[in-house]
Structure formats: C-alpha cells, structure tokens
C-alpha cells in the first residue's frame, strides 16, 4: 500500500468553481500534513500545511481528519492562476521522523479553464 | 532569507556517461538535504538524504551515488548514466528544529536531466 493515496484527476473545471481534492495516508503515526502545489516542469513549492482543527487560507482551505487518516484541499473561486498539480505530503511520523521524511502523494491536476 | 540553487538547469547526457549535479544552501546552518527524482508523470521518489557532512542515506540501491563535501553543498554524482536514470532532478533542505512546521522541505528549481 501507498504511503499517500490521492485522487488522479485531471479535473478540469470553469473560472469561479469550487473544486475539492481528497487524500488518504496509511502512516497512522504521521504528525506532519502539507499541500504542495506544482506548476508544470518547475519544483513543488509549499501552499499549506494542514492542522488538526482545519484551516484556511484566502480561496483555500485544507481539511484533516485523523481517524480515517484523511486529508482534502478545497479551492473555492477558482482562477486561471490556480491550474497546476497539487501533492498531498505526509510525514514519516515515528518512523524517521527526525530526519523529517516526506512522504508525496503522484499529484492531483488542476486545470481551470476560462 | 534561505535560497536553494541547482545547476545545471537542463542536461542531454549520453548513455554511459558520468554525472554530476550541484545543490547549494544559503541563509541556513547545518539543514537536512534531500535529492529527489521526478520521472515523467511518476512521483517523487527520494533518493538520498543528509544530515551532516559526509553523512549521506540511500533510500533506493542504483547506480548514484551522493556526497555532501560542506554544510550547505549536496552533490549527486553517477560513474555511468542509464536510460533510466532520466527525469527531473530535485534538491531540497529542511532546517533543524522539533514542531511540525519544521517538518517542512524547501525544493531547489531543478535540474532537468535527458539520458539519451
């Protein structure tokens, strides 16, 4: 089993829509949740870290919920700008923790069109 | 503030041929470093890790080797390229700490590597 799950897309979607991206991890001890956003043949770059209460940032919000080891990124008003691949990271949690390992979902792709 | 840099950007590398890319840290004291590797439409897939000088990890047996000469400067190094050691060559760095924010990596842009 995968260590991050995430749903393969593409999704394709207009200006203004609402879209919501799902993951699952199998590492129950994992301690560390991360949306990454990669724009195409550049390096992912950080978009935000999940915390247990959920959170959010402007149009996005990242949500987690520990007992079924779930995490989603929801997008509301989609822009142009928004289209990219967004990874769903996970940490090593107990095992190898202090050396911070990652754990990278293959990326959902997002495509927003006008 | 912390900057990551990698060179080459793009490489075109003959089968059997060595390698060597470059990633340097500044800003940061003694990080964590990470080498990924992205195949065409795969996932990151780390390769090596580092917590020290001369302190390297392998985390997949191949035919690249690492090597972290100083604090801030990772090399990713091969005797002989394969066909399939093509993809998208990632650095990263993570700073040292304890909290989940540290928890964080950091990737360099990339070096973009062609074994034809």
């Known amino acids: 089993r995968k260590e991050v799950e995430q749903d393969p897309g593409p999704f394709n979607v207009p200006e203004g829509a609402t879209v919501a991206f799902n993951c699952t991890y199998s590492n129950s001890a994992s301690q560390s949740f991360f949306w990454y956003r990669q724009d195409c043949r550049k390096e992912p770059k950080l978009l935000m870290s999940v915390y247990s209460s959920g959170n959010e940032d402007g149009r996005f919000t990242a949500q987690l919920n520990r007992a079924s080891q779930y995490i989603s990124l929801l997008i509301r008003d989609s822009k142009l700008s928004d289209s990219a691949t967004y990874l769903c990271?996970?940490?090593?949690?107990?095992?190898?923790?202090?050396?911070?390992?990652?754990?990278f979902g293959r990326g959902t792709q997002l495509t927003v069109w006008p | 503030s912390q900057t990551i840099h990698q060179w080459p950007a793009t490489l075109v590398q003959p089968v059997g041929s060595p390698l060597s890319l470059e990633c340097t840290v500044e800003g940061t004291s003694n990080p964590n470093l990470y080498w990924y590797r992205q195949a065409a439409g795969r996932g990151l897939q780390l390769l090596f890790y580092?917590?020290?000088?001369?302190?390297i990890s392998s985390e997949v047996p191949q035919n690249l080797s690492a090597s972290r000469p100083q604090d801030r400067q990772f090399i990713l190094s091969s005797k002989k390229l394969l066909l399939s050691d093509s993809g998208f060559y990632l650095c990263a760095w993570r700073k040292l700490g304890s909290g989940s924010t540290t928890d964080t990596q950091y990737f360099g842009p990339g070096t973009r590597l062609t074994v034809l």
């Open positions: 990271v996970v940490n090593g949690g107990s095992r190898g923790s202090t050396l911070g390992r990652l754990y």
């Open positions: 580092s917590v020290g000088i001369g302190q």
